[in-house]
T-cell receptor
Framework: KQEVTQIPAALSVPEGENLVLNCSFTDSAIYNLQWFRQDPGKGLTSLLLIQSSQREQTSGRLNASLDKSSGRSTLYIAASQPGDSATYLCAVVGTSGTYKYIFGTGTRLKVLA | DTAVSQTPKYLVTQMGNDKSIKCEQNLGHDTMYWYKQDSKKFLKIMFSYNNKELIINETVPNRFSPKSPDKAHLNLHINSLELGDSAVYFC?????????????FGDGTRLSIL
């Protein structure tokens, strides 16, 4: 059974810092992995989607990497800003069982001005 | 120009009542989903519909019944509400059911059972 874990659960950093959020999954047989952002009282916004054949994806100040064999993904945020404050969730789609996203528990990020 | 819209945003009701949550998307997507986010912020899929057909039905009590009148709508009806149903319910949509396309989420419906 696929389990997705995100560490740390919460993180506070001063503005301008580069930071890394971690996501690990127990079953490396995945189709893809997606990083989402959730603002308080809002739905999820898709940030980056990495296919199983890819190693990384980049969008602006965000870079997500995928190491399938070790069951890990990282989301790198460069030059963090207060507007980056949100909860970040990763989710994977496995190749066995029901074709659906399994979500991690999220990392709550606060960027201090 | 809202992409995925859910109504109502808040729903407070008593145990035992029946309630519905509506979801509409104007993105032209053919797959829609319902997720439940519990008090610990854990997000779990409940249902998925592709072209009005049910393709995912997780182990959800049969008090929950999704209805898709057309591709752009996926409503969720809940009978005999229980305390444990209190959560935030999110609707989402995507193009195709391959899950290789990003999912677009609504802002959620916060359901509180008294």
């Amino acid at each position: 059974k696929q389990e997705v874990t995100q560490i740390p659960a919460a993180l506070s950093v001063p503005e301008g810092e580069n930071l890394v959020l971690n996501c690990s999954f127990t079953d490396s047989a995945i189709y893809n992995l997606q990083w989402f952002r959730q603002d308080p009282g809002k739905g999820l916004t898709s940030l980056l989607l990495i296919q199983s054949s890819q190693r990384e994806q980049t969008s602006g100040r965000l870079n997500a990497s995928l190491d399938k064999s070790s069951g890990r993904s990282t989301l790198y945020i460069a030059a963090s800003q207060p507007g980056d404050s949100a909860t970040y969730l990763c989710a994977v789609v496995g190749t066995s069982g029901t074709y659906k996203y399994i979500f991690g528990t999220g990392t709550r990020l606060k960027v201090l001005a | 120009d809202t992409a995925v819209s859910q109504t109502p945003k808040y729903l407070v009701t008593q145990m035992g009542n029946d309630k519905s949550i509506k979801c509409e998307q104007n993105l032209g997507h053919d797959t829609m989903y319902w997720y439940k986010q519990d008090s610990k912020k854990f997000l779990k899929i409940m249902f998925s519909y592709n072209n009005k057909e049910l393709i995912i039905n997780e182990t959800v009590p049969n008090r929950f019944s999704p209805k898709s009148p057309d591709k752009a709508h996926l409503n969720l009806h809940i009978n005999s509400l229980e305390l444990g149903d209190s959560a935030v319910y999110f609707c989402a949509s995507s193009q195709g059911n391959s899950l290789n396309q990003p999912q677009h989420f609504g802002d959620g419906t916060r359901l509180s059972i008294l």
